[in-house]
C-alpha cells in the first residue's frame, strides 16, 4: 500500500537553521533561495541544499495552494464514518478515486475509515453516496456528518515547528 501514507515516518534530524528554514518556507513557500539565504546569513546554494536534503527526508512533501472550495462551488464540507466488513485495503483505494473524497484515513474506534468529501449541495452528496460509496464492495455502513460552520485555519505548521525548536533548545 505504498500510495498511502502511513504515520510511522523516521524522525528527520534537523538542526536550528534547518528549522528555521522551514519557518520561512511555512511562511512563504514561493520565497526564492536568495531570499531565505539573507534571512538565515547562509549562501543561497546551501539553502537550495537543504531545501533538496528535506525533500528527499520527506520532510517537505510539496508546496501546494490553498484553494476556497467555496469560491469553486464547492461550499460543502462532509465527513462520512465507514464500517467497512472485509478488505478495507480495497475499500480505501476505492474510496480514494472518487473525485469529491479530499482524503481518506484510517481510524481507531466504532468505524473504519474517515473519509473527508467536498460537495455542492445535499443533492450532490446523495448522488456521491448512492452512486459511488454505497456501491463499493465491503462498505457495510456509512453515516455522514455536515460541518456547518468552522474556525479560521491557525497557524499549525508554524506552532508545530515552534514545539521542535524548544525541543531542539533543551
Not at 26 to 51: C, F, H, M, N, W
Not at 133 to 155: C, F, M, N, Q, Y
Not at 157 to 169: C, F, K, P, S
Amino acid at each position: 500500500m505504498s500510495e498511502f501514507v502511513l504515520g510511522d515516518s523516521q524522525k528527520a534530524d534537523l538542526d536550528a537553521t534547518d528549522l528555521r528554514l522551514l519557518s520561512l518556507l511555512v511562511s512563504d513557500a514561493r520565497a526564492s533561495q536568495r531570499k531565505i539565504a539573507r534571512e538565515l546569513s547562509i549562501s543561497a546554494p546551501t539553502v537550495g541544499e537543504r531545501i533538496a536534503r528535506l525533500e528527499r527526508e520527506g520532510v517537505i512533501r510539496g508546496y501546494r495552494a490553498d484553494v476556497d472550495w467555496g469560491a469553486l462551488g464547492f461550499p460543502m464540507q462532509v465527513y462520512a464514518s465507514i464500517i467497512a466488513a472485509s478488505n478495507q485495503a480495497s475499500v480505501l483505494r476505492a474510496l480514494h478515486e472518487i473525485s469529491e473524497v479530499e482524503q481518506v484515513l484510517v481510524v481507531t474506534g466504532s468505524m473504519d475509515l474517515l473519509a473527508r468529501l467536498r460537495v455542492r449541495d445535499s443533492t450532490h452528496l446523495r448522488k456521491v453516496l448512492l452512486e459511488a460509496i454505497w456501491e463499493i464492495p465491503g462498505v457495510t455502513r456509512v453515516e455522514t456528518l455536515v460541518s456547518l460552520a468552522e474556525t479560521k485555519p491557525k497557524d499549525f505548521l508554524q506552532g508545530m515547528i515552534g514545539v521542535l525548536q524548544r525541543d531542539h533548545e533543551d
